[in-house]
């Protein structure tokens, strides 16, 4: 399955369901412009919801690693939602699951962006 | 085991389990997706579990990814061999390049903190992370990785049956 994203509004918060898959070409590619897309409107809180994300390789950690520094570079915040185990195993030992913000709950997350 | 024994019994028999295929590839994104496909089957009818699968194919994956992009640099003369050979013991996949052999000692360590937030990085790590032996070998003709899963119980069985 491709990756695929949609955006929603949540109290001033852009939420990016992401599903599919974050690899190595495309996938990678429909991240990135998703985020760079908010943040050229402006958005700069944003929630990736990966709950529907099916696998993700080194590419996909680090295409994540990139809208984590290029959001906050410009004085946003991004946060990770729903993580499936998978993800979720893979930034345990790649030391990121303590880098981002995750969240299992969308509420609480949308509130925790100041 | 029942085909652990019917391993012992003679080599008329290996072909139960046994399991030897060679795949030679392009330099493509689309090698990459069936690298890991291709690991993906291998893995599940070996035995594996669900999570230990996706370690396979994920470690593979990455290979392939090296072999492509790094090794390969998408030459269209290059070709990637990817090898798969299964044992009573073990699940062996071999991946090949033609590219100018990896400089193991540029590889830096993506725990170290600098080296978090980079973007790239990760590759070799996640190999090492989900397989049970990894041997890199980087050559001026080009890198060969070998991937190692032990296959449950076997060695145990094997062991038992010897005695």
Known sequence: MTMKTSTRQVDGVAIVDCSGRITLGEGSVILRDAVRELLSKGQKKILLNLGEVTYIDSSGIGELVSAFTTVRNQGGELKLLNLTKKVHDLLQITKLYTVFDVRDDEAGAVKAFS | ?163
Do not use: C, W
């Open chain 2, 1 to 163: 085991m029942g085909d652990v024994s019917g391993l012992r019994a003679g080599s008329q028999t290996l072909a139960m389990t046994e399991l030897r295929v060679s795949y030679t590839l392009d330099s493509t994104l689309e090698t990459v997706d069936n690298a890991e496909q291709t690991a993906s089957r291998i893995a599940t009818e070996t035995g594996f579990d669900e999570d230990e699968v996706m370690q396979i194919s994920m470690a593979v994956r990455e290979a392939a990814v090296n072999a492509v992009l790094h090794g390969n640099a998408y030459d269209p003369d290059k070709k990637v061999k990817l090898d798969f050979e299964r044992t009573s013991q073990d699940l062996v996949i071999t991946i090949r390049d033609q590219g100018k052999g990896l400089d193991l000692d540029k590889i830096p360590d993506p725990l170290a903190p600098e080296n978090l937030l980079k973007t790239s990085g990760r590759g070799i790590f996640l190999i090492r992370s989900f397989m049970d032996e990894v041997q890199i070998h980087p050559s001026m003709t080009g890198t060969e990785i070998k991937l190692v899963k032990h296959v449950h119980g076997t060695s145990e069985d094997v062991k038992e049956a010897s005695q």
